[in-house]
């Protein structure tokens, strides 16, 4: 079974800058995608990226394009969440996520992914 392991959240003013790492183990398949999600407190969890496991496909939630940056190190199985200019809402607990196969980078919001780390808190003040 693929573990997921996030890291990297913590407390920023608004403005700054945070990494998130998600890095995985035992994985057994070649193909797949990775997606970063969040959600705080009393709201469905939101699709914020995700990227085709070679980094060619990519795909953005609207609400963070231009401020966040998602990339891939496949040396290190790890994939990250660069978020730059952040906002008091981008408070949340971030989850990274993979999705065994091939998928269009259109579809990625809607996928079901297959296995889920277990969290990192980001917490944005104003």
């Known amino acids: 079974q693929v573990q997921l392991v996030e890291s990297g959240g913590t407390l920023v003013q608004a403005g700054g800058s945070l990494r998130l790492s998600c890095a995985a183990s035992?994985?057994?398949?070649?193909?797949?995608?990775m997606g970063w999600f969040r959600q705080t407190p009393g709201k469905d969890r939101e699709f914020v990226a995700a990227i085709s496991w070679g980094g060619g496909s990519i795909a953005y939630a609207d609400s963070v394009k231009g401020r966040f940056t998602i990339s891939r190190d496949n040396a290190k199985n790890t994939v990250y969440l660069q978020m730059n200019s952040l906002k008091p809402e981008d408070t949340a607990v971030y989850y990274c996520a993979i999705k065994r196969g091939y998928y269009t980078a259109s579809s990625y919001p809607d996928l079901e992914f297959d296995v889920w780390g277990q969290g990192t808190q980001v917490t944005v003040s104003s």
């Open positions: 035992r994985l057994t398949f070649s193909r797949y995608v």
